[in-house]
């Protein structure tokens, strides 16, 4: 039993950060109808750039956000209007705006790879090894600070969506482009700040994965596949159901490989993504989402 | 509907009589070794297209199949005594037929999503079959990678360039096949409104679940051939996101859905593809100019080359011969 524990600790404190990570994707399908396989890429770029700040000035990566968030946000807008803005509306966006983001992702491998070489890296902090120890359970630092940090962002996230003006025509967007439209909001410029958000979000995600994993350029695919399962077991575009079903994915891992085999934890993602699909295939929450049956 | 007309027959005795002439005229490996890889992703955006062009279903995964075919010719090799030599390659059809049927529940679980959900699922299929190849150590040998006895042909290159040229020739022929038969049909007809399509009472299920077998068998094919030609496969080699990518950029270059886009696609991107990583190897300078490439391809040309010219020779023909024109479908 103790090792089960262990494991559902560990297993929460994980889904935390895949919470924190899928739910920049999900918010960006949802304004957007895109689907951006570069929220990886863009992570593993909030890594490095969090791992550069602590290597060459030695700022905290937490505190190294203040500066991360705003930087990414802008790149998030930038990003949007140059490649993702001109794509057509209409039946084909979604598969375009993944094949347009692929390519994005693949530029910023690119990129990270010519600057940083190929080898594995990650963010050494004073608290990297030590952990707490709670009526016998180990909790590591970084992986508790990491869980704060992505609640805290969301929190942050969840207030910017339901308390202020922005959110508000962010959220009559999701629900109906048209009528916001007529209703007189710039759906234009919702897109665009709410995919910088979406971005945004990648940089907390990214500092927070740099302190508890080792990255490397080519490390946003596995990432990348894991969100992507998240999103579509939560419902395409349903922020609350990403939440539920990073934390799910989160516990469902860290249970595999405790009592099954750690080299096969990634398949229980798959497995539970199979059998979500069999049953129900708009997934856990997404009973909103048109074109996804 | 299909038809055998003399202009489309011409054409393509041209290209692959050309194509089988080559080798016989230009002998330097180099060259036989880029119209190799040429050639393999001709077959492969080809067969992608089988799905992906006349469905509309965007299969992200099918580098999935590529890397089972790859392991399915290595994993004979070790395990049993058929030596190296021409032998291999009448495994093909076998190892082809074999992965069609298992795509075939495969194909059954992703086709319960549509759209965007689909491209997600079919993504992490691949992954699922890289994780795969990785952790199945006593098959694969994992990260290690398995290698393959080269066999004595001289000169080397010759039977795995008629074999991608056999291969490419299937590819082409089932697209333009399917294309005209009541299975094509049904497939646009997906493409255009699935749900409309279905109340008229068209076998969906059955169309897609076909289209996406007969792709999948064809690119597990490809795949044999290549890791016989390399004689080494490692999982992140044979199972490579940017195979797929691969596919999909050349068949959007080419004409989505048109029998010859995905082989012309192939022709301009691979040599260019090959030149970049020639010069820029080392640098991981070609990830960058790959995704360059990619953006410009789909924010400047979404519908293709040749839908393009076509729409081109359209619009000239309709402005010199306005009333001959006026009914004419499009024909590709």
Not at chain 1, 15 to 33: D, E, Q
Not at chain 2, 190 to 208: M, N, P, S, W, Y
Not at chain 2, 279 to 302: D, T, W
Request: net charge positive.
């Amino acid at each position: 039993l103790h090792l089960f524990v262990q494991a559902c600790l560990l297993g929460l404190l994980t889904g935390g950060v895949y919470a924190l990570m899928a739910s920049g994707l999900a918010l960006g399908f949802g304004v957007m109808r895109v689907i951006n396989v570069a929220q990886g890429a863009l992570i593993i770029l909030g890594a490095y750039l969090s791992y550069s700040l602590q290597r060459s000035i030695g700022i905290d990566p937490f505190l190294g956000l203040v500066l991360l968030t705003p930087a990414m946000f802008l790149l998030g807008v930038v990003l949007q209007l140059v490649f993702l803005r001109p794509l057509r509306d209409g039946q084909e966006r979604e598969e375009l705006s993944l094949l347009v983001t692929w390519a994005i992702a693949l530029g910023i491998e690119g990129i990270l790879a010519r600057t940083y070489q190929t080898t594995y890296r990650s963010t050494h902090t004073s608290y990297a090894d030590r952990s707490w120890i709670v009526d016998g359970y180990h909790l590591s630092e970084p992986r508790v600070f990491a869980f704060i940090v992505s609640a805290i962002v969301l929190g942050l996230l969840f207030v910017v969506l339901h308390r202020t003006g922005l959110g508000r025509a962010i959220r009559a967007t999701v629900q109906n482009p048209t009528s916001a439209r007529l209703l007189g909001i710039d759906t234009r410029m919702v897109a665009a700040v709410g995919f910088g958000l979406s971005v945004a979000t990648a940089s907390a995600a990214g500092a927070v994965y740099g302190i508890v994993f080792t990255f490397n350029p080519g490390s946003h695919y596995d990432l990348i596949s894991r969100l992507l399962s998240i999103v579509v077991l939560g419902g395409l575009g349903s922020l609350g159901g990403a939440v539920v079903a990073a934390m799910f994915m989160g516990l469902a891992e860290a249970l595999f490989a405790a009592e099954i085999s750690p080299t096969w934890s990634s398949f229980a993602f798959f497995a539970v993504l199979i059998v979500v699909l069999v049953i129900r295939p708009q997934g856990l929450f997404g009973a909103r989402v048109r074109g996804a049956m | 509907v299909r038809r055998i007309r003399p202009l489309g027959v011409a054409r393509a005795a041209l290209v692959f009589g050309g194509l089988v002439l080559l080798p016989l005229v230009e002998h330097a490996p180099w060259v036989v070794d880029l119209f190799i890889f040429t050639l393999m992703y001709a077959a492969l955006a080809s067969a992608w297209n089988i799905l992906g062009g006349y469905s509309g279903y965007i299969s992200l995964g099918h580098a999935a199949f590529f890397g089972v075919g790859a392991y399915a010719i290595a994993i004979t090799f070790t395990r049993t005594s058929i030596g190296s030599g021409y032998r291999p390659f009448l495994v093909l059809p076998l190892v082809g037929i074999g992965v069609g049927l298992a795509s075939i529940p495969i194909g059954w679980v992703a086709f319960r999503t549509r759209a965007a959900t689909f491209a997600i699922v079919t993504i992490t299929l691949l992954f699922v079959v890289q994780q795969l190849a990785f952790n199945l150590h006593s098959l694969t040998q994992g990260s290690q990678g398995l290698a393959i006895p080269p066999p004595r042909f001289d000169p080397f290159e010759r039977p795995f360039y008629y074999a991608m040229l056999a291969l490419l020739a299937l590819a082409v022929l089932a697209s333009w096949w399917i294309r005209g038969s009541t299975l094509g049909l049904a497939l646009l007809a997906i493409r255009d409104d699935e749900d409309r399509a279905r109340g008229l009472g068209v076998q969906t299920t059955f169309a897609k679940l076909t289209a996406f077998s007969v792709s999948a068998g064809l690119v597990a094919m490809v795949g044999g051939v290549w890791a016989y030609y390399l004689a080494f496969i490692y999982p992140q080699f044979a199972v490579d996101p940017l195979v797929t990518i691969g596919m999909v950029l050349m068949v959007y270059l080419g004409g989505r859905g048109t029998v010859w886009g995905p082989v012309l696609g192939a022709f301009i991107l691979v040599p260019a593809q090959k030149y970049l990583a020639y010069r820029e190897g080392a640098s991981n300078f070609y990830l960058i100019a790959y995704a360059a490439v990619f953006l410009l391809v789909m924010l400047l040309l979404p519908r293709g080359i040749l839908p393009t010219i076509q729409e081109w020779a359209r619009r000239l023909r309709a402005r010199t011969e306005p009333s001959s024109t006026a009914g004419e479908a499009v024909v590709s």
